[in-house]
């Protein structure tokens, strides 16, 4: 199947700090990829769709302006976590359309907030 | 999307068949029904997935039901690394975005 990468795999920052997480689409084009949070023990929630070239959607509860989405490519799409706080650590994951009927996701980001 | 539900929890021996049940009674005519399964720590892995007819590969085959009210994803010599919480996900496509239940956790035991 189709490849999608995030770096970094695992990040640990100081509260009020601004962490920016990459994904990445390898050997596919991708107009749309999606952000989800896992939060332990809990099922995965989307944040956001994001669209090359254009403005991400955000679903209902997630500030726009505390999560920057960025879609600059067919390939990449980035995430940032603008002053972030203990209660932003979770586990981020990325997953991208391949232009056939399936998402494909990719490894995750683990957030540490101190 | 249409719900679907699972049960939380299943146990299958190592070399026997895993069948994990799925029901989306209320799926419409044109969503597909997706399977994924995340390993601790890592991202959802694609299974298969299939709008009306069986599926099969070297994963895992897909039993939908005639009525498609509900599902059955067979993986048919399970082993220890199977072991995971495996989604059943009723979608449009791909280009729209997949809503995650709680899932079936799978222990595959020696």
């Known amino acids: 199947g189709a490849v999608v990468s995030q770096h970094p795999s695992r990040v640990i920052c100081k509260s009020g700090t601004s962490v920016k997480i990459e994904c990445r689409s390898l050997?596919?084009?991708?107009?749309?990829m999606f952000w989800y949070r896992q939060f332990p023990k809990k099922s995965l929630m989307l944040m956001a769709t994001?669209?090359?070239?254009?403005?991400?959607?955000?679903e209902q509860g997630v500030e726009k302006d505390k999560f920057l989405i960025n879609h600059a490519s067919l390939t990449l799409s980035t995430l940032t976590v603008t002053s972030a706080h203990p209660e932003d650590s979770s586990f981020y994951i990325c997953?991208?359309?391949?232009?056939?009927?399936?998402?494909?996701f990719g490894p995750g980001t683990r957030l540490t907030v101190l | 999307d249409a719900k679907t539900t699972q049960p939380p929890s299943m146990d299958c021996a190592e070399g026997r068949a895993a069948n994990l049940p799925c029901n989306h009674s209320?799926?419409?005519?044109?969503?597909?029904v997706y399977w994924y399964r995340q390993i601790h720590s890592q991202g959802p892995q694609y299974i298969i997935h299939?709008?009306?007819n069986n599926e099969t590969n070297e994963m895992a085959s897909l039993i939908i039901t005639e009525d498609r009210k509900s599902s059955t994803l067979i993986l048919p010599h399970a082993t220890l690394r199977d072991t995971a919480v495996y989604y059943c996900?009723?979608?449009?496509?791909?280009?729209?975005?997949?809503?995650f239940g709680g899932g079936t956790r799978l222990m595959v035991k020696p």
């Open positions: 994001s669209n090359e070239g254009s403005k991400a959607t955000y």
């Open positions: 050997d596919f084009q991708a107009t749309t």
């Open positions: 997953s991208a359309n391949s232009g056939e009927d399936t998402q494909y």
């Open positions: 209320t799926i419409s005519g044109n969503e597909y």
């Open positions: 299939g709008l009306k």
């Open positions: 996900i009723a979608g449009y496509n791909a280009g729209n975005m997949l809503t």
